[in-house]
């Protein structure tokens, strides 16, 4: 069993949807989330992180963590066709030393249409 | 804002010779750097883990002597992968972490090694 599960898509919504991503995971040792987004051919770049559970929010994009649940999300309102990439979940037990390593998700591949 | 430096963005060579790809961190120094493989419409697999100034930890199944990691200064880590063939194509990514409030990693933009 992978210690991150992400379902890969792809999943394809209209333009102006919601989209909601999640991952689950096995190690209750993680307390740092975070979503990664990555374009095709490009290294990831972070849209968001959050420590230990709760829910944050930037912008269009909303974030929860429920470490009760080992369940994380990532929402993204008015998604638009810029919005088509590859979402990664990562994790990490630490912040410092080797711990500090993330654990990513295999990545959902999203499309919006318009 | 926190940038890293990855080159090459892609490269070709033959089987049996050696290609380096470079990482630098622009603005912030970075004593941990990872280095990370992708295969296409995969996740990243972290390789290593190269720390300033000492030996790089590597992954489990990732041979050390293939792919030589050095990070000699607090804004360049290297990886070189020795004696390249074919199956060592693939997309190859760094990251360090930032040290910015909202903590994060920042992430080079990847090179694309093709070994024929």
């Known amino acids: 069993q992978k210690e991150v599960e992400q379902d890969p898509g792809p999943l394809s919504v209209p333009e102006g949807a919601i989209v909601s991503l999640n991952c689950t995971y096995s190690?209750?040792?993680?307390?740092?989330f975070m979503w990664y987004r990555q374009y095709s051919r490009k290294g990831p770049e972070l849209l968001m992180y959050?420590?230990?559970?709760g829910n944050k929010e930037d912008g269009r994009f909303t974030a929860q963590v429920d470490k009760s649940s080992k369940y994380i999300s990532l929402f993204i309102r008015d998604s638009q066709p810029s919005d088509s990439a590859t979402y990664l979940c990562?994790?990490?037990?630490?912040?410092?030393?080797?711990?500090?390593?993330?654990?990513f998700g295999t990545g959902t591949r999203l499309q919006v249409t318009l | 804002g926190a940038v890293v430096s990855q080159h090459p963005s892609w490269v070709i060579c033959k089987s049996g010779t050696s290609v380096k790809i470079e990482c630098r961190s622009l603005?912030?120094?970075?004593?941990?750097m990872f280095w990370y493989r992708q295969f296409p419409k995969q996740s990243l697999m972290l390789m290593a883990t190269?720390?300033?100034?000492?030996?790089?930890?590597?992954e489990q199944g990732v041979e050390k002597d293939k792919f030589l990691i050095n990070h000699a200064s607090l804004t360049l880590s290297t990886l070189t992968v020795t004696s390249a063939h074919p199956e060592d194509s693939s997309f190859y990514i760094c990251?360090?972490?930032?040290?910015?409030?909202?903590?994060?990693?920042?992430f080079g933009s990847g090179t694309r090694l093709t070994v024929v």
């Open positions: 990251s360090a972490r930032t040290p910015v409030v909202n903590y994060g990693y920042t």
């Open positions: 190690n209750s040792a993680f307390q740092y």
């Open positions: 959050t420590y230990s559970s």
């Open positions: 990562a994790m990490s037990r630490t912040v410092t030393g080797t711990a500090s390593k993330l654990t």
């Open positions: 603005d912030f120094q970075a004593t941990t």
């Open positions: 190269s720390n300033e100034g000492s030996k790089a930890t590597y």
